[in-house]
């Protein structure tokens, strides 16, 4: 079942801060466009433009087993760059994560010289409401979000150079962890908390790829990165 469109097309733009989300980020009347439909990024997709599941609702019964929609789902493993496990997500959601992806790369390669080897996430797809709306899916029960935990890198190939200012024992293969390196400061790990800032800021620019995304300076996403195409935009990932 979906929901009507509330509101005039002129004013459908909403953008949520983390103050504002307990009380207008589960609500199914949010959705995003306007002006900015017409705007075409670099990765070739329309800034805020429609999405196939914008119109779907996020509303179910507040209690007994939950039931999510029907979607189209696909498994994905990675186009450029692999999962440590397959995910299970929208059709749509792939491109996302398919441009995601070329982000990572190119900030991982800027930090140390190459691509990580996997990406290691904490799922996606996943049929259940939010916790604390619970007349409320969450966009896992759309196949439309995944959590990243954090990457693998493979030692550096010989004819490759480390950047400056990454430690020579980053020459060797290594993992990085948003809960083990957030906040970290020196050394390697120093290193490792500067690539995930960069990536975050520079996944926050891409305004194409993800609507929400999320980190460790929001409740309950210490160790890891929310990402997700909701029909609104909020961003809460540094302090």
């Known amino acids: 079942m979906h929901d009507a469109d509330p509101c005039p097309r002129s004013s459908r733009r909403i953008f949520l801060s983390a ?14 466009g306007g002006e900015a439909d017409a705007q075409q990024s670099a990765g070739g997709v329309a800034l805020n433009a429609p999405y ?7 509303k179910v019964a507040k209690h007994g087993p939950v039931k999510c929609p029907k979607i189209k789902t696909v498994i994905h493993r990675g186009t450029h760059l692999k ?24 900030v991982a390669v800027r930090f140390y010289g190459r691509a990580p080897r996997r990406i290691r996430h904490l799922g996606s797809y996943n049929c259940r409401r939010i916790s604390a709306y619970p007349e409320w899916i969450s966009e896992h029960g759309l196949g439309n979000a995944i959590d ?16 400056a200012g990454t430690p020579r024992m980053l ?28 990536l975050a800021r520079k996944l926050i620019a891409r305004k194409d790829i993800f609507r ?3 980190g460790p ?14 029909p609104y935009r909020l961003v809460h990932i540094f302090t």
């Open 83 to 106: 999962y440590h496990a397959p995910v299970k997500v929208y059709e749509g959601f792939r491109q996302r994560l398919e441009l995601m992806e070329l982000v990572i790369k190119q």
């Open 171 to 198: 020459m060797h293969p290594f993992s990085v962890g948003v809960l083990t390196h957030w906040k970290a400061t020196r050394g390697a790990a120093g290193r490792h908390r500067e690539f995930l800032h960069a």
């Open 148 to 163: 990243i935990e954090g990457f693998d890198f493979p030692r550096l190939p010989t004819k490759a150079a480390l950047p």
């Open 19 to 32: 103050a504002t989300v307990t009380a207008a980020a589960v609500t199914s009347e949010l959705w995003l």
């Open 217 to 230: 300076a929001f409740p309950g996403h210490a160790n890891h990165f929310h990402f997700d195409v909701a």
């Open 212 to 214: 929400v995304l999320l």
């Open 52 to 58: 196939g599941l914008d119109t779907v609702s996020r």
